[in-house]
């Protein structure tokens, strides 16, 4: 008789090893134990459920049966995630609607047209737009390109289904057959140009962004931006940057 727990476990697997035929990357990450804790037995994850089992986080991603086999067969709650960027010839939008991002990408594609059909994964609070890398730029991790709206790409990755969202909600595709698209020059540009503007919000995500993008709970903000914040900046220097930044997101808004 089976359980629940062993059904999860092996849905896990069937996908990791469903992504790697495709050429994605997967990494196992620890997974949510209910009642805000973490399988990695931290009384404050910053990421619970998210962040990387293995020793060299995202690093560790491959595309090897054997090494995911290795992984999944283990007796324990997991998660699996997909390294973003070149490796899997992936970039992931990531829009989150708590702080916004379903309203910014409704005034993107209202400027800029509506992004192509594209592969499209439910998160716990908001989706993952998938789009084909393009070549010979490297793009990484900027975040908030628009309000509530975070990159992964080069040295990042996305938790993926069937895995456990903290609140409770498994990540699911909306069509996991649906082709990825090209992106969208206007996409691109949004992108590109945002990596000289984008800065870290000093909020509760910051530390949950920098687990998910330095693949441990350390902080290191300064490498998730191309800006180099933290070291030469003050909060009220940031602030007011944001604030500038903000102003004339509104301006564009308008301009329209
Ligand atoms: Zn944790």
């Given at each position: 008789m089976s359980s629940f727990k062993n059904d999860y476990s092996e849905s896990v697997k069937r996908a990791a090893l469903r992504y790697a035929e495709k050429g994605f990357n997967v990494v196992v990450l620890q997974s949510p134990l209910g009642e805000g804790k973490c399988s990695c037995g931290?009384?404050?994850?910053?990421a619970i459920g998210k962040h990387?089992?293995?020793?060299?986080g995202v690093k560790?991603?491959?595309?090897n049966y054997e090494i995911i086999g290795s992984w999944t067969n283990r007796e324990r709650p997991m998660n699996i995630g997909i390294a973003t960027g070149e490796k899997s010839g992936i970039l992931a939008v990531d829009v989150d609607e708590r702080h916004g991002g379903h309203e910014s990408l409704y005034f993107f594609e209202k400027k800029n047209g509506v992004l192509p059909k594209t592969r499209v994964c439910f998160t716990g609070n908001g989706k993952h737009l998938y789009f084909r890398y393009p070549k010979g730029i490297d793009i990484k991790c900027p975040t908030e390109v628009l309000k509530g709206i975070d990159i992964r790409g080069n040295g990042g990755y996305v938790v993926a289904p069937p895995s456990l969202h903290a609140s409770g909600v498994h990540y699911q595709w909306?069509?996991?057959?649906?082709e990825i698209a090209e992106m969208p020059p206007a996409l691109l540009k949004l992108i590109t140009s945002a990596k000289t503007l984008s800065i870290d919000d000093y909020d509760l995500k910051k530390a949950e962004r920098a687990a998910l993008l330095?693949?441990?709970?350390?902080?290191?903000?300064?490498?998730?931006?191309?800006?180099?914040?933290g070291k030469d900046f003050d909060s009220a220097t940031l602030l007011v940057l944001k604030t500038a930044r903000d102003f004339l997101e509104a301006v564009n808004h308008l301009k329209k």
């Open positions: 931290k009384d404050t994850c910053p990387p089992i293995t020793k060299h560790d991603a491959t595309t909306e069509d996991e057959n649906v330095n693949n441990t709970s350390e902080r290191n903000p300064s490498s998730s931006v191309s800006l180099q914040i």
